[in-house]
């Protein structure tokens, strides 16, 4: 998602003279054209996340707009102070771009994957989390993060090219309707559910959620949508506790909605103490489509 990120920030760019690029001396043979076009508006901080931070935090108090970019753990985990105390609660619009959210740098291992991210900034006031499902959802998302005057995080990871037909970008998208299961998926993972289902072959028995946005702001068409089916499943690559499955069940319970079976797919870590690609480590915590398939005949079997 990286490319699309860079074609619509080059865009901006031409148009807002206030636009800042600062990344954390990464970014290799993704943001040389970028470079050229801001020139000095482009700033490489070097390996000083914290610094970046508080220089982006200095930026927007004089109303610039900064951009700021790095892998996400190096992002949220090394610089959770600053931008708790500096971008958060003066509610400065400073936009966070994390590369390879969740298990995205793979065989890299545990100090370049970022599990806990949502958990950590969603419990701060003001900010926004972005996390596209579709490399089509970029374009609609940096529009939003550029007019939005709060504090916001976009999160990337991989994502293959899009199979289905897509309608008009929205926080909560439906992408299918069916009857007896509903689901709910965070970001990339939406591919792995629909080749899930598409395996099943019960397509008219799924309801089919995208969610891309956090907080999410309407959970009536989840809440209408168990009230028909009374099973639901939430699959997101980050951990347990503070992701959308949390949220949801909260929520859930509040406005006293039954459920009759629940199973929630997350990210448990490192379940055999070992690292691997992407798809390994997805396939670690049940979150590749074999997975999410084996959870959803259960469900829809019940």
């Given at each position: 998602m990286k490319t699309e990120v860079t074609k619509e920030l080059e865009k901006l760019a031409k148009k807002d003279k206030k636009l800042f690029f600062l990344t954390g001396d990464l970014g290799f043979n993704a943001f040389e054209n970028l470079q050229?076009?801001?020139?000095?508006?482009?700033?490489?901080?070097?390996?000083?996340?914290?610094?970046?931070?508080?220089?982006s935090a200095g930026m927007a108090k004089m109303?610039?707009?900064?951009?700021?970019?790095?892998?996400?753990?190096?992002?949220i985990l090394k610089t959770t102070e600053q931008i708790r105390n500096?971008?958060?609660?003066?509610?400065l619009a400073v936009k966070l771009i994390g590369n390879g959210g969740g298990y995205g740098y793979g065989i890299l291992g545990e100090s370049h994957h970022m599990l806990e991210d949502i958990a950590i900034l969603s419990s701060f006031p003001n900010i926004k989390i972005?996390?596209?499902?579709f490399s089509e959802d970029v374009k609609d998302i940096i529009y939003k993060m550029k007019t939005n005057k709060n504090p916001s995080y976009l999160r990337l990871n991989n994502v293959p090219k899009t199979k289905i037909k897509l309608g008009l970008y929205k926080p909560l998208r439906q992408l299918l309707k069916g009857n007896k299961v509903t689901v709910v998926t965070l970001g990339t993972l939406i591919h792995n559910s629909l080749d899930a289902v598409y395996k099943l072959n019960k397509k008219e028995a799924i309801d089919l959620f995208s969610v891309t946005e956090i907080p999410i702001t309407n959970y009536l068409p989840i809440i209408n949508s168990l009230r028909k089916t009374k099973k639901l499943l939430i699959i997101e690559e980050h951990t347990k506790n503070?992701?959308?499955?949390?949220?949801i069940l909260t929520e859930l319970m509040l406005k006293k909605v039954k459920v009759d079976n629940t199973i929630h797919l997350y990210a448990k870590g490192y379940v055999k103490d070992s690292y691997g690609?992407?798809?390994?480590?997805?396939e670690q915590n049940n979150l590749d489509t074999e997975g999410i398939l084996k959870s959803l005949k259960k469900l829809y079997a019940s």
């Open positions: 050229k076009n801001l020139k000095e508006r482009f700033i490489n901080a070097g390996v000083a996340e914290q610094n970046m931070i508080d220089v109303g610039l707009s900064p951009w700021v970019y790095s892998i996400a753990p190096f992002l500096n971008i958060c609660h003066p509610n972005y996390v596209p499902a503070g992701g959308i499955g949390e949220k690609c992407h798809l390994f480590m997805l």
